[in-house]
């Protein structure tokens, strides 16, 4: 169990240093830009809609469904080229878990959250210093989970080793990259209140 418990910590853990590392390597690039040389687009117009199917593994390395419905509902650009989209998406965690040294005991875990997100993407970026990032969007989110969790076998009479039904804080961290306008591909970092996890997918843009 400690073992499981530290993998959640090390995805929480990723997450943040995927964050920075992200924050030093275009820093450079963001201070030597001009505005004129260097001005693109954001990925996304106001109310522009993203519904993401992905799957992937949480809690003890099961697999899960982690789907979302994104709505984009703020966009600034700073300096006139710096573009920053915020969003509100209702994000939701599927996943079954069953002790492997114990015969028949698990849990059924449906999770549903609400969270705010924050996007950088690079749409239009020919005439940049980075070309190759033209396609990717970088985004994170954060907000309040409930948990609906049903427990099988000994874990209906004894203590589970997570807790039950509740609120919690999910956080994730991830990238998109555009394959066309309206699809992308995405990898995502997360964790949903007890546990982490990885998630990839598509992300369809509407």
């Given at each position: 169990?400690?073992?499981?418990?530290?993998?959640?910590?090390?995805?929480?853990?990723?997450?943040?240093?995927?964050?920075?590392?992200?924050?030093?390597?275009?820093?450079?690039?963001?201070?030597?830009?001009?505005?004129?040389?260097a001005a693109w687009d954001s990925?996304?117009?106001?109310?522009?809609?993203?519904?993401?199917?992905?799957?992937?593994?949480s809690y003890g390395l099961r697999?899960?469904?982690?789907?979302?419905?994104?709505?984009?509902?703020?966009?600034?650009?700073?300096?006139?080229?710096?573009?920053?989209?915020?969003?509100?998406?209702?994000?939701?965690?599927?996943?079954?878990?069953?002790?492997?040294?114990?015969?028949?005991?698990?849990?059924?875990?449906?999770?549903?959250?609400?969270?705010?997100?924050?996007?950088?993407?690079?749409?239009?970026?020919?005439?940049?210093?980075?070309?190759?990032?033209?396609?990717?969007?970088?985004?994170?989110?954060?907000?309040?989970?409930?948990?609906?969790?049903?427990?099988?076998?000994?874990?209906?009479?004894?203590?589970?080793?997570?807790?039950?039904?509740?609120?919690?804080?999910?956080?994730?961290?991830?990238?998109?990259?555009?394959?066309?306008?309206?699809?992308?591909?995405?990898?995502?970092?997360?964790?949903?209140?007890?546990?982490?996890?990885?998630?990839?997918?598509?992300?369809?843009?509407?």
């Open positions: 169990m400690q073992a499981v418990f530290f993998w959640g910590d090390k995805g929480m853990k990723s997450a943040k240093a995927v964050s920075v590392a992200l924050l030093l390597i275009l820093l450079p690039a963001l201070l030597n830009a001009q505005a004129d040389d990925a996304y117009d106001r109310w522009d809609v993203a519904v993401s199917l992905s799957g992937g593994v697999l899960a469904a982690f789907p979302s419905i994104e709505l984009i509902a703020y966009n600034i650009k700073i300096d006139d080229y710096l573009p920053l989209d915020f969003g509100v998406s209702v994000r939701s965690l599927v996943t079954r878990y069953e002790n492997p040294e114990v015969a028949g005991a698990g849990w059924l875990q449906v999770g549903v959250g609400v969270s705010v997100t924050a996007h950088l993407s690079f749409d239009d970026l020919e005439l940049h210093a980075l070309p190759f990032m033209e396609n990717f969007d970088f985004y994170a989110a954060v907000g309040p989970a409930y948990d609906f969790i049903t427990y099988a076998g000994l874990y209906n009479v004894t203590h589970p080793p997570i807790p039950s039904n509740g609120i919690g804080i999910t956080t994730a961290a991830g990238v998109r990259y555009f394959l066309f306008d309206w699809l992308a591909a995405n990898v995502e970092l997360f964790n949903w209140r007890f546990s982490s996890g990885l998630a990839v997918g598509l992300t369809f843009k509407l």
